[in-house]
């Protein structure tokens, strides 16, 4: 069964840089485009970026500037270096991959990783 794990989320003042990464356990799969989602509190999970898997990228308006989305192929890991952040940008940070194993494919979703940009 593939998993996925996010780490890298903390406290983090305004202005201020964090790295996520999100690592896939498992066998025999191939990953497809992966994504960071957030929920912020009272509110719904939204988009925040995605990548191919040939490393074409998409970004929330929100994001756009200030966060990067990356991965590693080889590593089947995803990354989310975010700066300039905002008290706005705290949220339980997912991440999701679309996995196959060679006969359709399935939305693998991360437990997520707390960000909190405070002062």
């Known amino acids: 069964q593939v998993q996925l794990v996010e780490s890298g989320g903390g406290l983090v003042q305004p202005g201020g840089s964090l790295r996520l990464s999100c690592a896939t356990s498992?066998?025999?799969?191939?990953?497809?485009?992966m994504a960071w989602y957030r929920q912020a509190p009272g509110k719904q999970r939204e988009l925040v970026a995605d990548i191919t898997r040939g490393g074409s990228t998409n970004y929330a308006d929100s994001v756009k500037g200030r966060f990067t989305i990356s991965r590693d192929n080889a590593k089947n890991t995803m990354y989310l270096q975010m700066n300039s952040l905002k008290r706005e940008d705290t949220a339980v940070y997912h991440c999701?991959?679309?996995?196959?194993?060679?006969?359709?494919?399935?939305?693998?979703w991360g437990q997520g990783t707390q960000v909190t940009v405070s002062s």
């Open positions: 999701k991959a679309d996995a196959s194993r060679g006969v359709g494919w399935s939305s693998i």
């Open positions: 498992g066998s025999n799969f191939v990953i497809n485009t």
